[in-house]
């Protein structure tokens, strides 16, 4: 008598939780799988590994060796790299618009602190007045005389072992005029100014001005309509 031969049949999965092999989700991140084994997945954070100097690269190339070097021989583990590609047209035309827009520190501030809230960010001035708790993983922003910002995100470890600190200046193109600017040479009245943001010196003389600042008076000023023509310049006013 022949014998058959030996079919070995796939159970057909019945529901959505016979097909993902996770058995249990705690609390802190850790996946309970059905093959006994547990699993935990981390995000690391993008960095732009070809605009560091050397002696960070070392550096970076040291801790992902250390981080791989911790992992004992029954571990397994499984890196995932996502790309994205990144319009560049959105991206200038973003960039433009900001320059546009943010004419001083002032300007460029308000419009930074709009971005940070939309990002997910809280004021730290209101936090407080809230009595409201920080905890790790908040993300707050403090402004100083509404001409510096500051953002924070707050980690896990205490504040003793340390912090990373990302700085940048505000340096919008533009002309500034100084406190006491007016002058005059062959008989041709002059305003002493500094420029910001490497503009060529030549390119302004060509171009439609506009003046943006803020003018301090003992009494209130009445609100002036936005785009008030004083030609051939127009003047917006700042509180």
Same mark, same amino acid.
């Given at each position: 008598?022949?014998?058959?031969?030996?079919?070995?049949?796939?159970?057909?999965?019945?529901?959505?939780?016979?097909?993902?092999?996770?058995?249990?989700?705690?609390?802190?991140?850790?996946?309970? *799988?059905?093959?006994?084994?547990?699993? +935990? &997945?981390?995000?690391?954070?993008? /960095?732009?590994? %070809?605009?560091?100097? =050397?002696?960070?690269?070392?550096?970076?190339?040291?801790?992902?060796?250390?981080?791989?070097?911790?992992?004992?021989?029954?571990?397994?583990?499984?890196?995932?790299?996502?790309?994205?590609?990144?319009?560049?047209?959105?991206?200038?035309?973003?960039?433009?618009?900001?320059?546009?827009?943010?004419?001083?520190?002032?300007?460029?501030?308000?419009?930074?602190?709009?971005?940070?809230?939309?990002?997910?960010?809280?004021?730290?001035?209101?936090?407080?007045?809230?009595?409201?708790?920080?905890?790790?993983?908040?993300? *707050?922003?403090?402004?100083?005389?509404? +001409? &510096?910002?500051?953002?924070?995100? /707050?980690?896990? %470890?205490?504040?003793? =072992?340390?912090?990373?600190?990302?700085?940048?200046?505000?340096?919008?193109?533009?002309?500034?005029?100084?406190?006491?600017?007016?002058?005059?040479?062959?008989?041709?009245?002059?305003?002493?100014?500094?420029?910001?943001?490497?503009?060529?010196?030549?390119?302004?003389?060509?171009?439609?001005?506009?003046?943006?600042?803020?003018?301090?008076?003992?009494?209130?000023?009445?609100?002036?309509?936005?785009?008030?023509?004083?030609?051939?310049?127009?003047?917006?006013?700042?509180?």
């Amino acid at each position: 008598m022949k014998e058959k031969a030996r079919i070995d049949y796939i159970p057909i999965p019945r529901k959505l939780q016979d097909i993902i092999p996770v058995k249990t989700i705690y609390l802190n991140g850790i996946f309970r *799988l059905k093959n006994g084994r547990f699993s +935990k &997945s981390y995000r690391i954070k993008d /960095i732009n590994y %070809q605009a560091v100097g =050397k002696e960070e690269k070392r550096s970076y190339s040291s801790r992902y060796a250390d981080f791989l070097s911790g992992f004992e021989s029954e571990f397994m583990y499984e890196i995932t790299v996502s790309r994205r590609k990144l319009n560049l047209e959105e991206l200038n035309e973003s960039y433009r618009k900001f320059l546009d827009a943010g004419k001083t520190e002032r300007e460029c501030v308000k419009q930074a602190v709009a971005m940070a809230e939309a990002a997910g960010y809280r004021d730290l001035k209101k936090v407080i007045e809230e009595g409201k708790q920080v905890k790790a993983g908040d993300k *707050l922003y403090a402004v100083n005389m509404k +001409k &510096s910002l500051a953002l924070f995100q /707050i980690g896990k %470890q205490p504040l003793e =072992k340390g912090m990373a600190i990302l700085g940048a200046h505000i340096d919008s193109p533009r002309l500034d005029i100084k406190q006491n600017p007016l002058y005059e040479d062959t008989e041709l009245a002059y305003l002493d100014t500094h420029y910001y943001g490497g503009i060529k010196k030549y390119q302004w003389v060509t171009l439609p001005l506009a003046i943006h600042g803020v003018i301090c008076q003992p009494v209130p000023l009445p609100v002036l309509p936005k785009g008030n023509l004083l030609l051939p310049y127009h003047i917006f006013l700042s509180k």
